[in-house]
């Protein structure tokens, strides 16, 4: 198959490590991996900050980039679930029947990556090494938009080494929540430590999740206390083969 | 007793409340237990139900159908409680809701009402009107009866003394009733607000309450809570008035097939509330010899006109999505300082006000999609937040202090680098030049001015590494090429 990636504007920026652990998973599983060079964002800071207008163009744009592709994928369900739930709305705000018919014949083609490796792919097991204590953080628009269930555990039992650990309150928010953990730092940072204290309970070595923004808050606070517990994106761990880190 | 500065709402920022309210770590503890133990009924008592998503959508749709023929319920409604004998007011406003509870209650002469626990008296500020004009009202519920007497405000839309322990109430019941030996027993506790409030019923001649719902076909009221002393003043006075919101019209009697299961399991995690009572109009010999009830828009009107947000009037005030919500498990609902808190109140006080107050309500929410998920009549909260925020964008734009805040610049800045992929790429470029003199040796961030110091108050963020993941795809594919 011929895939699209769609790294996010986050990872592209921060988390490179991310869409190298993607690209050698799929290419590892025989597919080819294209990157559309044009991709920027998927519209969603603009949209759930209140900015529907300016996430317009910013929408079209990435349905213009995508609209032939065989399918895209993302390691971000965050992103994805934008796609999903607003993308329409907002093609309707811009009163653009064609930019809504594109988006109904682009979004059945577009996967969040672990749902791609689960249900498009039916892969469950892809040959990871990786002998770390893990726990695994259900981020809420994995589990409250995209409903991926037990897909990404699925994905880690089969991990060789791996110890998944069980942490308290799976799928409490972390406190991201985008331009939230700024506009009411003092609230989002009360949420983190609760997740932070869950997260230390369970004596795991890595944290993860199938979303790079959730670690990156959870982390954030992780590495300012000095603890020793990381964070890795799911597909980080997928892409490992027992090597140094 | 006048209304001490405790029991106002003021409309507070929610970030500066909630940075007090963050502090009282009493309160806190208390909202934390509160929350976990009614979450946890909840769950149980949901999941006993197989049907349990059906029903959710049984009672979204019979909401949504009820608020796309509002006019023709509200009036069957009337005619039909005239008709059992009920005398059916309007108020456009709060202001003529009280001027009409105000001369019904002149017009009987009394000093004293008691009183159902309501929100839409809370709503338009009842109490207070009452006290000025010289007429106590009595709580006659126990949490807002500990409200009450402790000069506080209710936190929670179905447990209103959430936030207050029994040690706490032991102090406040000891205080005001003059029992200097009251153990916190709850038994003790209870038998305390008993003996207070039993001489109340037997005396006061009028009585206040709200409506869970208002049944079009017959006209019927429903109420349900937990203690019975609504049951009383539902039955004692001889005067009764409910005061209720246009939106609490359910078309048929068989509606409440549905509500009376999702609504006490989503409440308080029962099947069923202790106390359920219904009745049409007035019988001679059997309760009040007379009833009022007054429908108050305040503002329902102008929501059910928004088509994005009229969703919010399909609400039973269960504040299941109060529960759920991990923002109120943080900060307790005095944060949100309006009658309604939690994500309910996120979306419904801005909107009854017209979003000329509460304009930091629709922020304070990570849109982790909890309040949807726990809402029996599936009103999509995110959603609504989104489409506030959008509202007060758009009222901000308009300003030149809007225009040209670090928000708008920012997300305009953004707006034209995600659409131009040269400037996002440049735009990775300068910030990793920017960031140097801020990266510390292990490559994160510590400190950042302005809006980002929000972030970097508890939390360190990782710097722009010196390859972008585009960057490391194109040199592979430069490499694959020779």
Known sequence: MRVSLFITCYNDSLFPKTGQAVVSILEKLGHEIE?????????????????????????????????????????????????????????????????????????????????????KLGVEDVGAVYPHRVTYHTSCHSERSLHLGDGPVRLLKNVQGLQLMNIESPEECCGFGGTFAVKNFDVSSAMLSEKVRTVLNTGAEVVTAVDNSCLMHIFGSLHRQRTLVKAAHIAEILASTGGAE | MSPSANTTWTGRNFPDAAHEMLANSQIRRNVRNATNIIQTKRGKVVRELPDWEKLREAGAALRAHTLEHLDHYLTQFETACTKAGGIVHWAEDSAEAQQIVLSLLKEKGVNEVVKIKSMTTEEIHLNATLEAAGIHAIETDLAELIIQLGEDRPSHIVVPALHKNRQQVREIFSRKMNLPNLSDKPEELTGAARSYLRQKFLTVP??????????????????????????????????????AGIDKIIPRFQDLEVLLQTLPRSATGERMN???????????????????????????????????????????????????????????????????AGPIGAILTPQLADLHAGRSLPYASSLCGACY??????????????????????????????????????????????????????????????????????????????????????????????????????????????
């Open chain 1, 35 to 119: 990157f559309r060079s044009e991709q920027t964002c998927c519209g969603q800071a603009h949209w759930n900050t209140g900015y529907l207008q300016e996430a317009i163009p910013v929408i079209r744009k990435f349905v213009h980039t995508y609209l032939d592709a065989e399918c895209v994928v993302a390691p971000s369900s965050s992103c994805i679930s934008m796609m999903r739930d607003h993308y329409l709305k907002a093609a309707h705000l811009a009163n653009d029947a064609k930019l809504a018919e594109d988006i109904q014949s682009l979004l059945p083609r577009v996967f969040e990556f672990t749902e791609f490796l689960t249900n």
């Open chain 2, 206 to 243: 009028v009585a206040i309450s709200g409506a869970n719902f208002l049944v079009a076909e017959n006209g019927a009221v429903c109420i349900v809570e937990s203690e019975g002393n609504g049951r009383m003043c539902l039955t004692l006075p001889k005067t009764l008035i409910s005061v």
């Open chain 2, 274 to 340: 202790p106390y359920n009572s219904l009745w049409t109009g007035t019988h001679p010999g059997d309760g009040p010899e007379e009833f009022h009830v007054i429908l108050v828009d305040n503002g329902r009107s102008r929501i059910l006109a928004d088509k994005e947000a009229r969703q919010t009037l399909q609400c039973i005030r269960c504040a299941a999505c109060v529960n759920a919500c991990p923002v109120y498990h943080q900060t307790g609902g005095h944060a949100y300082d309006s009658v309604y």
């Open chain 2, 373 to 482: 998920q726990a809402c029996p009549v599936k009103i999509n909260i995110p959603e609504i937040l989104i489409h506030l925020r959008s509202k007060i964008v758009q009222q901000d734009q308009k300003t030149l202090g809007g225009v040209f805040g670090i928000w708008n610049l920012g997300m305009q800045a953004a707006r034209i680098a995600f659409e131009h992929t040269i400037l996002f790429t440049t735009g990775q470029k300068l910030g990793r030049i920017g960031q140097k003199l801020l990266v510390s040796k292990d490559g994160f961030i510590e400190w950042l001015p302005s809006i980002g110091g929000g972030w970097t108050k508890t939390r360190d963020l990782p710097a722009i590494p010196s390859q972008t993941f585009r960057e490391w795809w194109a040199k592979r594919e430069e490499t694959r090429k020779k």
